[in-house]
């Protein structure tokens, strides 16, 4: 098929406005394309995942009139999936473990380094220091954090952007990737996997070919483009959306309940009302 997308909520919250524009979206470009609209569950966090969440998730979209194709993807369901995926950059040399603390980090940034830019903050936060990078190897450690060696797999990359304003070929060359990236974690200990790894590997399983989401995640799309290349799947093409804002401009976020799809629902807005409240 041409044209595959998905809709990819954590059921830690309520779904609220912002959501609802990103699967409508998504949704509505998947039909006019005659392509597949998928639904995937972002449930690695299993202490802030909570059944309820997800039930309300198939709701509000059943209600807005956002019907997926096939088989709903959970993300606890794919933990071998990420695992052997691990292990194959554990093998390449290409993933080590760290255990350092936050405390740790911020230590060995105040002190002179060498490689990232002082102070650099990539999409997950402080530019790690590399601290833990010549940590002796043997079997694949589960008790630690796994992190990327992304001087070992630093190299050019591009991926096509469709979104309003950002449309155009993105370029991000070697040394971005190590100098505003870094070694970024790809397994939490409390986890075995990450957002990072989870999201590369599920888009590719489902056979995305257009990732439709907000603009909030266009910096991690830099992580995810060079997962790919290590992970030899193909790199969809991107659409990163305008994110929907309250009338103070700030962006929504999950404890925004007061904007929760729910409580429009509530209070008797139709999902014609939603479409027209963020502007479809
Ligand atoms: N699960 C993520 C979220 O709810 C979205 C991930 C994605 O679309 O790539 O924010
Ligand atoms: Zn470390």
């Known amino acids: 098929m041409a044209f595959v997308t998905r809709f990819a909520p954590s059921p830690t919250g309520p779904l609220h406005l912002g959501h609802a524009y990103s699967a409508l979206l998504a949704h509505d470009m998947a039909r006019a394309a005659g392509g597949a609209f998928l639904l995937r569950i972002e449930d690695i ?9 997800e039930a309300q998730i198939y709701d509000d979209l059943q209600w807005l009139g956002v019907a997926w194709d096939g088989e709903v993807m959970r993300q606890s369901t794919r933990l071998p999936a990420y695992e052997a995926a691990l292990q194959g950059l554990w093998d390449g040399g290409l993933i080590y473990p ?5 405390r ?7 002190a002179p380094q060498e490689g990232a830019q002082e102070g650099a903050v990539g999409p997950d936060g402080p530019v790690y220091p590399g601290t833990c990078r010549c940590a002796p190897r043997g079997a694949m450690p589960r008790d630690a954090a796994l992190r990327l060696n992304m001087g070992l797999l630093a190299q050019e990359t591009q991926f096509q952007e469709t979104g309003a304003g950002l449309a155009g070929k993105v370029r991000i060359t070697a040394q971005d990737y190590v100098q505003s990236i870094g070694d970024v974690v790809l397994a939490r200990r ?22 439709v989401r907000g603009a909030d995640l266009f910096e991690a799309t830099r992580i995810h ?3 790919q290349r290590a992970l030899s799947l193909p790199t969809p093409i991107y659409h990163h959306h305008r994110l929907i804002r309250d009338e103070g401009g700030k962006r929504l976020a999950k404890r925004d309940d007061a904007r929760a799809l729910a409580k ?4 008797g807005a139709s ?5 027209r409240m963020v502007g479809l």
């Not at 760290?98 to 936050?102: D, P, S, V």
């Not at 999902?271 to 479409?275: G, L, S, V, W």
């Open 45 to 53: 966090d299993r202490a802030r995942s909570r059944p309820q969440w």
């Open 98 to 102: 760290c255990t350092c603390t936050r």
């Open 104 to 110: 740790d980090i911020g230590a060995a940034l105040s």
């Open 190 to 211: 409390d986890m075995g996997t990450s957002y990072h790894l989870s999201v590369v590997l599920d888009d590719a399983a489902q056979g995305v070919t257009h990732v």
């Open 225 to 227: 483009v060079i997962l």
């Open 264 to 267: 429009y629902r509530a209070e």
């Open 271 to 275: 999902p014609a009302d939603i479409r």
